[in-house]
């Protein structure tokens, strides 16, 4: 590469990982060597640095005043001579955003919510990216996301980074969720209760679905659902029927 100071504005070098930068006595790149230290040494590599570095515009000077400056789009540096000079450009470490941890906050027989704990380095989170079982990544502004339409008892991989306001992307963070079995409603007494299908009463009575205080208890030799004194008549090892209605008439204390 030639680097010609005639002209008042000159590309220096590009961004891309197809081209390299000529070592000349015009140029000394220099790299901070943490986060944070304010402490460079000067850059051995033959390639432009990636995203784990951002231009510094305070340091970087030209021995004969020339001007350079950081192109955002095109991701290069100009120049600005009118002189033959000899300049200095710092990249300083930059912060990466970094997705620290997924975590599924509820989960049914369809659909899958997950809430992203995220940090933003030397920017700010403006985008969260979802994907799950390898597709296509969703943005969104949200720090929480829901899957939907999913299948029942079947396993999901999602996958989730983050992007910053300076255009730098994260860690990509995985995690592993299963939807729940497949969930039946009926009625007893005028209230909707739910059960995973196949479910028996004597599951659903020891389950979490038993919103209603219902028991087992032994009445004429047989097992079977109640609630305060009342029977429900429901034989405790039978299967729960989805959309139907139970009532509870029978006096429990007669068993």
Known sequence: MVINFGDSERTIFENSINDYII???????????EVGSGEYQISNDNSWPGDEYIFNETLSKCENASKLIWDNDAKKVLLQANTSDKCYVYFDKYNMPYVNNVEATEVTSDSITVNVTASGGDGSIVSY???????????????I???ENLEAETSYDISVFVTDSNGRKSNFYNVNSVTSKGLISFTIEDEIYYAEDGMTWREWVSSDYNTGGYRIILCGGREIVAVTRYLCGMVADTLIGNNYGYDCSGDATAC
């Open 23 to 33: 070592k000349t006595n015009a140029l000394t790149m220099m790299y901070e060597t």
């Open 129 to 143: 990216h979802y994907s799950i079982n390898g597709g296509e990544y969703i943005s969104s502004p949200n720090n």
């Open 145 to 147: 996301y829901t899957f």
